[in-house]
């Protein structure tokens, strides 16, 4: 498991990026926590600069919107889903399960 930050470092409604390849964006949506690759499947732009709410995030680029829960593409132009990681919160700290371990989570 890879360390991101403290729970309590990460806002109600922010992202944090990690520097994996490929990069992924850890979000916290309604008190929830989510990972997904950080990367729009439309555009290479970073998931993790766009807007949240409602357990969704908006590409910043061009307002491609995925399900935090499933990665799954809410509206065009993206029709790609972005993978997503388990997220765990031990002892405080929020941890992301690697990509290589990560092969098959959806």
């Not at 926590?33 to 949240?52: E, K, N, P, Y």
């Not at 910043?60 to 765990?88: K, M, N, Q, W, Y």
């Amino acid at each position: 498991m890879i360390p991101v930050c403290r729970f309590d470092d990460l806002p109600d409604g922010e992202a944090v990026r990690i520097e994996t390849e490929p990069p992924i964006a850890v979000f916290h949506s309604d008190g929830e926590l989510f990972a997904l690759d950080d990367t729009c499947t439309h555009q290479d732009a970073s998931l993790s600069d766009g807007w949240i709410e409602d357990c969704r995030v908006e590409c910043p680029l061009h307002a491609a919107s995925f399900d935090l829960r499933t990665g799954e593409p809410i509206c065009l132009p993206a029709r790609v889903p972005v993978r997503t990681h388990r997220v765990a919160v031990i002892d405080g700290v929020i941890h992301v399960e690697p990509p290589a371990e990560a092969e098959g989570v959806a």
